[in-house]
């Protein structure tokens, strides 16, 4: 059977980025986990991690309806992330980091969702083009196009026009 606890944390971070929701994601990945063990008999040996991400971005659309939630930016556990800074003995340097990581998170928080949907793909779980184009269900060209709307609006927020001179 498919090694689904492998993508657990593909999973998790998905539906916390969308939902942007710590206990709304832990409960989507759940029900994703056990709607993906029920229906093993509809996987057709395409790639599982896209499959099971599919399963986890439609329940969060899904729990997202039904509860007419609007876009918020929510907190963000850097351990689990993994944008915590090595362990350093500069306080100074810890503090940086901590300090663009905040920026960081809020920015991309920030990104409206079909934007942070396909750059957490991209740029957290690393899937490819057609792997996003098949989980979020759209052309590989909206996938592309979106992300350069995503990178462009980071790039904004981090790298103001004065600092690009």
Known sequence: MLQLVNHLGAS?????????????????????????????????????????????????????????????????????????????????????????ADVLRRALGELPLELREVLVLREIEELSYREIASIAQIPMGTVMSRLSRARRRLQDVLLPPESLR
Request: net charge negative; hydrophobic share 35%; charged share 30%.
């Open 12 to 100: 998790y971070n998905l539906a916390k980025w969308l939902t942007q929701n710590e206990q709304d994601a832990e409960d989507i990945v759940q029900d994703a986990y056990l709607r993906a063990v029920r229906h093993f008999g509809s996987f057709r040996g395409e790639e599982g991690r896209a499959w099971l991400l599919t399963i986890v971005r439609n329940l969060c659309y899904d729990a997202m309806r039904r509860k007419q939630v609007r876009e918020s930016t929510a907190s963000f556990d850097e351990e689990l992330h993994g944008t915590c800074p090595t362990t350093t003995s500069d306080p100074e340097s810890a503090l940086l980091h901590k300090e663009r």
